[in-house]
């Protein structure tokens, strides 16, 4: 069962509480897709003829990349604007300058100083408008962390998170936000002065002491000290944070499966151990991966939005949409199962039928065995017959001058010769069965219409000639009943 994606209402994305949780998860469901299918090399698409908006007003590396190459690979093109290079903020309002972008592009993807410039793209804007990063907040690197989280423990309900550091940087603002949403208990471990607002926290735990908050937690998250746009008071904040780094015994606080986390860029062994920062217990480089994957994500549901999801998805738990897709191959090939059941069935009747052949043609001794065939020898040639004279003349002589129907000495076919008695004897027959011929061209009856006894003597003796050349001669007719006086009938002997 699918469904349409629940972002259709949504058109920006400025901040974490823009999405919602079922949003959220829809969004997490389509990067794992994405990042299979760049692992895989299957290339997509989606994006093709479509032009995205890069605006740029602070240097970046992760941001810049990471949305460049992920529209490139979805098939769309990227437009970069370098805040430097135009007049945004002093000689055109940015009211303005989305309205004209908005003409040119199917999405504009900003990173600024300023959320009030973001408030203000989205007035003039008719196409998404996406926060890369501003100073108040930072919901694309939040998308990545929980996505990361999710894949190391595979369920976000119920994890616990303690970020180390400035806890009113947009980064703690965003992680407190999205966490309470997703349902990851974020705790800030900060020193006075870096706290989050009441209202940013919103019942999180916040502290100075960061061994309390990391007790027990599933990650550990710090960031830079000295960010951008504070450059002047690097001094003042390391001095602050001094007792603030992400260490191998801080770690040792934390559960044995916990990770260590940065948004990187990190200064090392200052926020964050060197040792930790690319250590086997470290996330962080899975967290600048996904960010590929989540804003490609974010680029599809927001500019494409035509994406469906299993309804009842979980992360790894993909039974549902591979049930639906065995459903489909099998409904279209029951008939095929079926055709190649039978043909399987007709295949071993024939075999079967061939095994019987093989066990009566098997050898003697043999279970169903029966003795071989013995090898006839091959019958002599006959020797042609002669045609059978029709005009009652003799037959013709052979080659040696003798008769043909003469005794047949050794080495001739005698087969041929008696069936040419046969063929006699049924002439015979034929002849017998219509009776004897009269004198004179008229058969003669007595008076009783009886035909007389001495019609029968010439037909006794028309076959005598053809008895003489007989080899083996019959035995002679009956002998022919006296002829009767003129006048009397023939006596009947009983």
């Known amino acids: 069962m699918k469904t349409r994606l629940p972002v259709a209402e949504k058109k920006h994305f400025l901040r974490a509480q823009d999405l919602s949780a079922s949003e959220i998860d829809t969004l997490f469901w389509l990067a794992r897709q994405l990042k299979r299918d760049r692992a895989e090399g299957r290339r997509r698409h989606e994006l093709s003829g479509r032009h995205i908006a890069l605006y740029l007003e602070k240097p970046s590396v992760r941001t810049r990349v990471s949305f460049a190459v992920g529209a490139r690979e979805l098939g769309g093109d990227v ?277 019987r052949g093989e066990r009566r043609q098997g050898p003697q001794g043999q279970q169903g065995g029966r003795p071989p065939r013995q090898e006839q020898k091959p019958r002599e040639p006959r020797e042609p017959r002669e045609p059978r004279p029709t005009d009652g003349t003799k037959p013709a002589e052979g080659a040696q001058g003798e008769p043909t129907g003469a005794e047949p000495t050794e080495g001739q076919g005698q087969p041929g010769e008696r069936g040419e008695r046969r063929r006699r004897r049924r002439g015979r027959g034929r002849d017998r069965e219509r009776g004897p011929r009269p004198e004179g061209g008229e058969g003669q009856t007595t008076e009783g219409g009886a035909p007389g006894a001495e019609s029968s003597a010439p037909g006794a003796e028309n076959s005598a000639p053809r008895a003489e050349s007989d080899a083996r001669p019959e035995p002679a007719a009956p002998e022919a009943a006296p002829r009767a006086e003129s006048g009397d009938a023939p006596k009947n002997e009983g």
């Open 79 to 355: 437009v970069e604007i370098p805040g430097s290079q135009t007049k945004v903020g002093s000689g055109e309002h940015p009211t303005d300058f989305a309205a004209v972008v908005s003409r040119y592009c199917h999405a504009i993807v900003a990173r600024v100083f300023s959320d009030e410039v973001l408030q203000q793209m989205v007035q003039g804007a008719t196409v998404p408008v996406i926060n890369a990063l501003s100073d108040g907040h930072h919901p694309c690197q939040a998308l990545a962390d929980f996505f990361t989280l999710r894949e190391r423990f595979h369920n976000l309900k119920g994890l616990k998170l303690a970020y180390v550091g400035d806890g009113k940087n947009n980064v703690a603002r965003s992680l407190l936000e999205m966490g309470k949403i997703l349902g990851v208990e974020v705790r800030i471990a900060a020193p006075e002065g870096f706290q989050p607002a009441p209202e940013v926290a919103d019942g999180a735990m916040v502290t100075t002491d960061p061994k309390v908050a990391v007790e027990g937690v599933h990650a550990i998250y710090t960031d830079t000290w000295v960010s951008m746009g504070v450059e002047a008071e690097a001094e003042a904040r390391r001095a602050a944070f001094a007792g603030f780094k992400v260490d191998e015994a801080l770690l040792a606080l934390a559960l044995p499966e916990a990770v260590v986390m940065h948004c990187l860029p990190a200064v090392r062994d200052e926020e964050i151990s060197a040792s930790l920062l690319h250590g086997p217990r470290s996330a962080i480089l899975d967290q600048a991966e996904n960010r590929l994957h989540t804003q490609k994500a974010l680029l599809l549901l927001l500019v494409e939005n035509r994406h469906e999801r299993p309804r009842h998805d979980h992360h790894r738990d993909h039974r549902h949409h591979e049930r639906g897709e065995r459903g489909e191959r099998g409904e279209r090939g029951e008939r095929g199962e079926r055709g190649e059941r039978g043909e399987r069935e007709n295949r071993g009747e024939r075999g079967e039928r061939g095994e």
